[in-house]
């Protein structure tokens, strides 16, 4: 099993920035790529942007490209989130997720595991 403990969240002003973290525990030996998806209130959950374990591939949604930047830190078990000129489509529940492969997040199949969460909205 691996634990992910999504934080970061907040309220922030449209154009403002926020960094998200995630916190990967538990089993070891399993090089596992890390994502971010993002759930708004009566839409589905979207793919957010996804990382490779050596971190050498990244994907972005088009939606984000060139204002999200994702990375991880494998000592620390973390990945991050870089949210810069945020919007208030951004809104959403933002969840953390490991799967084999950055691609498998990217193409939507379901991650082998979730984090629990955490809420960002960006005011207009």
């Known amino acids: 099993q691996v634990q992910l403990v999504d934080s970061g969240g907040g309220l922030v002003q449209a154009g403002g920035s926020l960094r998200l973290s995630c916190a990967a525990s538990g089993r070891t030996g399993y090089n596992y790529a890390l994502g971010w998806f993002r759930q708004a209130p009566g839409k589905d959950r979207e793919f957010v942007a996804s990382?490779?374990?050596?971190?050498?591939?990244?994907y972005y949604a088009d939606s984000v490209r060139g204002r999200f930047t994702i990375s991880r830190d494998n000592p620390k078990n973390t990945v991050y989130l870089q949210m810069n000129n945020l919007k208030p489509e951004d809104t959403a529940r933002y969840y953390c997720?490991?799967?084999?492969?950055?691609?498998?997040?990217?193409?939507?199949?379901?991650?082998?595991?979730w984090g629990q969460g955490t809420q960002v909205t960006v005011s207009s």
């Open positions: 997720a490991a799967a084999s492969s950055a691609g498998q997040l990217r193409r939507g199949e379901k991650p082998d595991y």
């Open positions: 990382i490779s374990w050596s971190g050498e591939t990244r």
